[in-house]
């Protein structure tokens, strides 16, 4: 099978394109990684009281009142991330199996968030409507989905900087 060209061996301005769409897109991540710390404080109790909501008889005086996602939202929430996010994966993915012939760990790390996108996402629906010890599923595959991500993004930024023979 063909390989593409290596992305350390692409003309400097791509390779500027390349390194800014993986920082912009890093850094949104980063910035729902820190929405979901606000929402669920990374904990399984608050991603089951931000989807099926709190009772008033739990809540402390300074806390934000909770109430159980409508089915409408959940379908909305889970539309917009799937579709914005798989697109998002496959784009650094293609760019992180880019920088060298890809070994099954490479290949495994590329896939990895897009597996998990079905399994966070499809698991809210779970915990929300049949089974709430499923939080754990959503907590480890939106954990490995990020973190995945997180190192495809640096990969690829520091390839991105780096020079080659052909057009440093």
Request: net charge positive; with cysteine.
């Amino acid at each position: 099978m063909k390989s593409l060209p290596n992305l350390q061996a692409w003309p400097k301005a791509i390779k500027k394109l390349v390194f800014t769409f993986a920082m912009v897109s890093f850094l949104g991540v980063v910035v729902g990684g820190v929405m979901i710390e606000v929402t669920t404080n990374l904990t399984p109790q608050g991603v089951v009281e931000q989807y099926k909501g709190i009772s008033k008889s739990k809540l402390e005086p300074s806390e934000e009142l909770k109430f159980p996602k409508p089915m409408k939202e959940m379908l909305i929430t889970t539309h917009n991330h799937i579709l914005g996010l798989s697109s998002l994966f496959l784009i650094m993915g293609f760019l992180y199996l880019s920088i060298g012939e890809a070994s099954w760990l490479q290949i495994s790390i590329a896939v990895e968030p897009l597996i998990s996108l079905i399994l966070t996402f499809g698991g809210l629906w779970i915990m929300r409507y049949l089974w709430l010890p499923f939080v754990y599923v959503v907590i480890l595959s939106g954990t490995l989905m990020i973190g995945c991500y997180a190192w495809m993004s640096i990969v690829v930024m520091k390839t991105a900087l780096s020079k080659s023979e052909d057009n440093g």
